[in-house]
């Protein structure tokens, strides 16, 4: 009789009696040739599957409410706040159309810069570029460096953070990743030396915009996106002054629905959030009452300096 296992000799046992017999078998370990997986490469797996997943759920479309909220400060001052509640479709990755049910919006008449139009940074952003004939194509250029930086476990899951970093411009992409179904938890970005439309005059001495993307899974499974964070610094000289201007945005996806399967197609722009909002009627009720985003101490304080100067019912077309 012949015994053989893996990692140990074969053996030939003449049987000569039908009593029971123990046979032990000599180890024989078996070499295999090293094989070396970097984090570079495993990142890149990583970000390929994760994308491609993102991807192929663009049809699988929801609508949604978010909930907006803006401050810009003029050398630290605020000189412009704006309320929006927008009603969106929405998938895994993108917002894919929006438009205003409801909106306030207010800035100082001495501010020197407005941004009237920051929710473009929220409600345009994609991951991917559109191609005509390809389709979804990475927006992140894939010649760029990408290592491994971190992995843990978090409510039981597996998690890895990947980075993509620019080493011309020091710009930088991070990826909360679930190793084991690949899906995108959380997306952190930051763009230094960020171009921004200013009078030929005003020179920008320096520019960073990070935005922040989070998201949520639902009942079913799928994942949508949750909150998008956007901060945008800039240093402006004109004058022979040095002017700083910043703006901080906060928008929270809520009350999701499914809805039906569309083709992909990349989000055309809208009008102007003014445009739209003087569409709206100003209803200070809803603002007083609206319990959707909590807002904070300081934000309730400069609410309250634009709501005693009647502001916020300026704006509207009469």
């Known amino acids: 009789m012949v015994f053989s296992s893996l990692s140990y000799k074969t053996d030939t046992v003449i049987v000569s009696s039908v009593l029971p017999a123990v046979t032990y078998l000599s180890p024989s370990p078996i070499h295999l040739k090293e094989v070396s997986v970097s984090s570079a490469s495993y990142s890149r797996y990583l970000?390929?599957?994760?994308?491609?997943?993102?991807?192929?759920?663009?049809?699988?479309?929801?609508?949604?409410?978010?909930?907006?909220?803006?401050?810009?400060?003029?050398?630290?001052?605020p000189t412009e706040f704006q309320e929006i509640v927008f009603s969106n479709i929405i998938n895994s990755f993108r917002v894919v159309e929006s438009s205003i049910v409801q909106g306030r919006y207010s800035s100082k008449k001495d501010a020197f810069y407005h941004f009237r139009n920051f929710t473009l940074f929220t409600n345009c952003f994609s991951l991917?570029?559109?191609?005509?004939?390809?389709?979804?194509?990475?927006?992140?250029?894939?010649?760029?460096?990408?290592?491994?930086?971190?992995?843990?476990?978090?409510?039981?899951?597996?998690?890895?953070?990947?980075?993509?970093?620019?080493?011309?411009?020091?710009?930088?992409?991070?990826?909360?990743?679930?190793?084991?179904?690949?899906?995108?938890?959380?997306?952190?970005?930051?763009?230094?030396?960020?171009?921004?439309?200013?009078?030929?005059?005003?020179?920008?001495?320096?520019?960073?915009?990070?935005?922040?993307?989070?998201?949520?899974?639902?009942?079913?499974?799928?994942?949508?996106?949750?909150?998008?964070?956007?901060?945008?610094?800039?240093?402006?000289?004109?004058?022979?002054?040095t002017r700083n201007f910043h703006i901080v945005s906060h928008t929270f996806f809520y009350d999701y629905k499914s809805s039906v399967t569309k083709d992909a197609k990349q989000r055309e722009f809208v009008k102007s959030d003014r445009e739209q909002i003087d569409k709206c009627a100003y209803?200070?009720?809803?603002?007083?009452?609206?319990?959707?985003?909590?807002?904070?101490?300081?934000?309730?304080?400069?609410?309250?300096?634009?709501?005693?100067?009647?502001?916020?019912?300026?704006i509207y077309k009469k």
């Not at 997943?53 to 630290?76: C, M, P």
């Not at 005059?201 to 909150?227: C, E, P, Y």
């Open 47 to 77: 970000l390929d599957k994760c994308f491609t997943k993102l991807i192929n759920e663009d049809g699988h479309r929801d609508d949604s409410s978010s909930f907006y909220r803006q401050i810009t400060y003029n050398d630290a001052v």
């Open 128 to 241: 991917f570029n559109w191609d005509a004939e390809k389709g979804f194509v990475y927006a992140i250029d894939p010649s760029l460096a990408v290592r491994l930086t971190k992995q843990f476990i978090q409510d039981g899951r597996r998690i890895a953070e990947v980075l993509i970093l620019n080493p011309s411009n020091n710009n930088r992409y991070s990826f909360l990743i679930d190793e084991d179904d690949f899906a995108l938890l959380e997306l952190n970005q930051q763009l230094n030396d960020f171009k921004i439309d200013m009078p030929f005059s005003h020179k920008v001495k320096s520019s960073i915009r990070t935005l922040k993307v989070s998201f949520k899974q639902l009942a079913d499974g799928r994942w949508r996106v949750n909150r998008v964070d956007v901060d945008l610094n800039n240093e402006v000289s004109f004058a022979l002054k």
């Open 283 to 314: 209803d200070a009720s809803f603002w007083q009452a609206n319990p959707i985003f909590k807002r904070t101490a300081e934000e309730e304080e400069i609410i309250e300096g634009f709501t005693k100067s009647n502001s916020f019912g300026s």
